[in-house]
């Protein structure tokens, strides 16, 4: 639901739609990390449902964390003098919005019907609560390098009915979690239609590479990396193949790019970090949110603790490196 309300942004922002030039605004590895939460969020809220029900999620807490971010990296680009980018403010306010709806919806309904019905289920776990855990946990693999609309919420409607048997043990709490989950992802799917649709018409299509350019033994490379969460699959590789970075995007060594790793927070606490964020489901793990120059990037990915991990949480002793922001 994180961006239902888009629809309303790109009427509103139409003249502030960018084109799919390769360069990208310095101050936008900031501005993205409000929208990347918004993955990690639902990356975080799967991870939680494997074993515990949905109405005991933070979602109060992931809204703090959630606007807290915002207000620090607008912040950062004030800070650093860049001008204010409208279309990009919209754009976040509007997701802001419409996942504050959303969260404090399941919120309300889970510390109220949910609940409820929880009590009159065994101590097990019924099938809709796994398939619950399994589409979310699909959602976000997808959402991490295809559009959050293009989902496929009518498989996944299908799936409740078709995948889970109608009656059995704890039938009261089945019929609890069929139907809220056949309103979430029927909502889902409609205002995926409107969006879909309003993207079209609104914005060229964007690029699916950031361009770069690498240095090695004075030796300069142009390279499209993949770009959202692959991108730092591919920077950490060329990385620790002893390249330095010299621009991404368009922006020089000069400008700064922002990162985020997830670890022990006692492994967090001894690095530099410009937000220091709980895991709210496991507070002893942290995120760690920092900047650096262009430049200095190889430098930070040479770390031997960071690793690209597939888990939400990484082993104990390594450091997860969760994304580059590309601009």
Same mark, same amino acid.
């Given at each position: 639901?994180?961006?239902?309300?888009? !629809?309303?942004?790109?009427?509103? =922002?139409?003249?502030?739609?960018?084109?799919?030039?390769? %360069?990208?605004?310095?101050?936008?590895?900031?501005?993205?990390?409000?929208?990347?939460?918004?993955?990690? !969020?639902?990356?975080? +809220?799967?991870?939680?449902?494997?074993?515990?029900?949905?109405?005991?999620?933070?979602?109060?807490?992931?809204?703090?964390?959630?606007?807290?971010?915002?207000? %620090?990296?607008?912040?950062?680009?004030?800070?650093?003098?860049?001008?204010?980018?409208?279309?990009?403010?919209?754009?976040?306010?509007?997701?802001? &919005?419409?996942?504050?709806?959303?969260?404090?919806?399941?919120?309300?309904?889970?510390?109220?019907?949910?609940?409820?019905?929880?009590?009159?289920?065994?101590?097990?776990? &019924?099938?809709?609560?796994?398939? /619950?855990?399994?589409?979310?946990?699909?959602?976000? #693999?997808?959402? $991490?390098?295809?559009?959050?609309? *293009?989902?496929?919420?009518?498989?996944?409607?299908?799936?409740? +009915?078709?995948?889970?048997?109608?009656?059995?043990?704890?039938?009261?709490?089945?019929? *609890?979690?069929?139907?809220? @989950?056949?309103?979430?992802?029927?909502?889902?799917?409609? +205002?995926?239609?409107?969006?879909?649709?309003? =993207?079209?018409?609104?914005?060229?299509?964007? @690029?699916?590479?950031?361009?770069?350019?690498?240095?090695?033994?004075? &030796?300069?490379?142009?390279?499209?990396?993949?770009?959202?969460? $692959?991108?730092?699959?591919?920077?950490?590789?060329?990385?620790?193949? /002893?390249?330095?970075?010299?621009?991404?995007?368009?922006?020089?060594? !000069?400008?700064?790019?922002?990162?985020?790793?997830?670890?022990?927070? %006692?492994?967090?606490?001894?690095?530099?970090?410009?937000?220091?964020?709980?895991?709210? !489901?496991?507070?002893? +793990?942290?995120?760690?949110?920092?900047?650096?120059?262009?430049?200095?990037?190889?430098?930070?990915?040479?770390?031997?603790?960071?690793?690209?991990? #597939?888990?939400?949480?990484?082993?104990?002793?390594? &450091? %997860?490196?969760?994304?580059?922001?590309?601009?």
């Amino acid at each position: 639901m994180h961006r239902f309300f888009l !629809s309303i942004l790109l009427l509103a =922002t139409l003249l502030f739609s960018q084109d799919a030039s390769y %360069k990208r605004g310095a101050d936008q590895t900031y501005l993205t990390y409000p929208e990347w939460f918004l993955v990690f !969020s639902p990356e975080e +809220y799967a991870y939680y449902l494997k074993d515990h029900p949905s109405y005991d999620f933070n979602y109060l807490g992931h809204l703090g964390q959630f606007w807290g971010s915002y207000e %620090k990296m607008y912040a950062k680009t004030k800070e650093k003098h860049f001008e204010f980018n409208t279309g990009y403010h919209v754009m976040i306010m509007t997701i802001g &919005v419409s996942t504050s709806v959303e969260y404090l919806i399941k919120y309300i309904y889970g510390h109220s019907v949910a609940e409820f019905f929880a009590l009159t289920q065994s101590s097990q776990r &019924v099938s809709e609560q796994e398939y /619950g855990q399994k589409v979310a946990q699909e959602y976000v #693999d997808f959402i $991490k390098n295809r559009l959050w609309y *293009e989902f496929d919420f009518v498989s996944k409607i299908r799936g409740i +009915y078709t995948l889970n048997s109608f009656f059995g043990k704890d039938f009261l709490r089945k019929c *609890e979690r069929k139907s809220a @989950l056949t309103q979430e992802y029927t909502v889902k799917f409609l +205002y995926a239609k409107i969006i879909g649709f309003f =993207t079209e018409v609104g914005y060229e299509e964007a @690029l699916p590479t950031t361009r770069v350019e690498l240095s090695k033994d004075n &030796v300069l490379l142009d390279m499209d990396f993949p770009r959202y969460d $692959k991108f730092k699959n591919e920077s950490l590789k060329y990385a620790r193949k /002893g390249y330095s970075f010299k621009s991404i995007a368009g922006n020089d060594a !000069s400008s700064s790019i922002l990162y985020s790793l997830v670890g022990e927070k %006692k492994i967090i606490d001894t690095m530099p970090c410009m937000i220091q964020t709980p895991i709210l !489901s496991n507070k002893k +793990y942290a995120r760690c949110i920092n900047d650096v120059k262009i430049s200095e990037l190889a430098n930070v990915l040479n770390n031997k603790r960071l690793a690209v991990i #597939d888990t939400f949480l990484p082993p104990k002793g390594i &450091v %997860k490196l969760e994304h580059i922001f590309d601009y």
